[in-house]
């Protein structure tokens, strides 16, 4: 049985980072596997944003959006929402016992987001011990192919960790322990040209974005600050042009050719942030018009997200009963 | 309105410390207030039995045993089992993103516990955090008087910092702040001296142990290891007996001048001790009388149990629909 198991916080709309990153993946995957669960993880997100929390429950709905945008099926994957399976919840309770303070202090992805966010001691409580509620996620629904980028490997082997203390100790395979179906794209920056697109940077284009701001935004795009003139050569490395052209452009000899020509010089900034337009725009406006269609009828989107929870949930109960008559809580 | 909440880790029987310390208080007031919540908190006690949980589970029903041996009465109090309320759970992984790690790692309560139990940074998350999740019961039941001894004061407080932090922010008062029930009785040594009566020390009286064990137990019992003749002068600070008359028996005129006689010489050890013994069996004994006729019916208890479970869970959704409400949670 392979079972895999993907999601998003939702503290904004979906950009084109998750998209290359990792909804292509997740279209590309569908259907090739048992099952396929997708959680957008509320209940996550409120970590790091319980005093505003109205943010994320806008985004529930539109990252549910963004998923049946790019083409997600809800034929070929369980979309819910994770405040309305409450056994997650209890599973990270049962799990936080069989983790450690330093274990997870240690953790390098919650080390780097803690050093990125500036908390120090100050960090939530709940923000810590998100790789725990992870792990609950996971091992909820027996997941074992668990669609990832390198940054998030810490959190495979902390699942990994939870499920061996627990089947070892107990002598029994109740968990399952889940491999990473790693991507090969590399992340992509952001239009200010820093290495991570986040929506508080404020350098992301969503896929929801109109021709008109897509536009504005590869116009101010970091290029080659030393470019000055159109007959100056221009540097490759860093430019996110170049970077975005490698990334959606279909046809690779061209983007070959420019990059000769502009590191040779000749090649002027306006004409390929025109071809990133282009190339963009036709990528994103499938998209753009489907999200268009689907924001008629937002309510279906809760009614699908509510089907597909009450689904969710017989699942993570099987796997809490389980659990609970090991640890002798089934009373 | 007037709510109490108190109770029990679920990690062995309970001894005659937990009696004067919290029991004796709990029956006194039993009836006097709107409502009174008795939790036994399985939960809580995994968080450092994790890899022993079949102790937890045998404990939950001699704790059951006690609490109506010591004439706790089911129509005054409800009684119920914390993992059978598993709102609880999620009050707790809501309360986490308000309390940050410094803070948590800086209560006194916990601090003395991971020093006790020579935890260090191994110390398993779910310890940790009791404080937050001791917060989510008492809050689940909009408790408002807390029967406790002055080392959980830093409970009480941890508490109304996130009921405080969440009606403030949300400018709402759906929690409801708790001040603690005082209790002035000190706390009973274990029977070799030592400040706390415990289990895991092998030095405490059971509720449930038969009139030959305490007579061992009291006979074996720490005085002064200098008062060696029985004319020689004996010290009374420190002495274990005297400490249990103190608490337990009902003649404090006697007691006083068997303390003078002590000090002066001329008393031995055997004598108070066999005084010390019919005085515990005289308490003990009804007690043990009532324990035998219910460990007849044991089923009934958890029946009991779980029915208490049932309603704690009724006012527990409540409490957690009408916090989902301001954080956005109710899809």
Known sequence: MNIVLTGDRPTGKLHIGHYVGSLKKRVSIQGKYDKSFIMIAD?????????????????????????????LKPELNT?????????????????????????????????AEMKQKGYGDQIPVGFLCYPI????DITAFKANLIPVGD?????????????????NHFNK???VECKPLLSNVKRLPGIDGKAKMSKSL??????SDNRECISRKVMSMYTDPNHIRI??????????VFKYLDAFDPNKDEVEKLKKH???????????????IEVLDQELNPIRLRRQQLEENKDELLIMLKEGSEYARTIASDTLAELKKVFYLNY
Do not use: C, H, W
């Open 231 to 240: 007959e100056d050569p221009g540097n490759i490395e860093g430019n996110v």
């Open 133 to 136: 509620s992870q792990a609950a």
């Open 151 to 167: 940054d998030q490997l810490p959190m495979i082997e902390q699942t990994n960790e939870i499920v061996r203390r627990i089947n």
């Open 262 to 276: 502009y590191e040779k010089g000749g090649l002027g900034d306006v004409t390929i942030k025109k071809r990133l």
């Open 43 to 71: 209940t996550q997100a409120l970590s790091d944003n319980a005093l505003n929390p109205e943010k994320v429950r806008d985004s529930v709905i539109e990252v549910m959006l963004d998923y049946l945008s790019v083409g």
């Open 202 to 207: 404020n350098n992301a284009i969503y896929l």
């Open 173 to 175: 395979n109740i968990l």
């Open 79 to 111: 979309f819910f929402i994770q405040s309305l399976v409450p056994e997650l919840a209890e599973l990270t309770m049962y799990y936080m016992n069989f983790v450690n303070l330093g274990r997870l202090s240690r953790n390098p992805t919650v080390k």
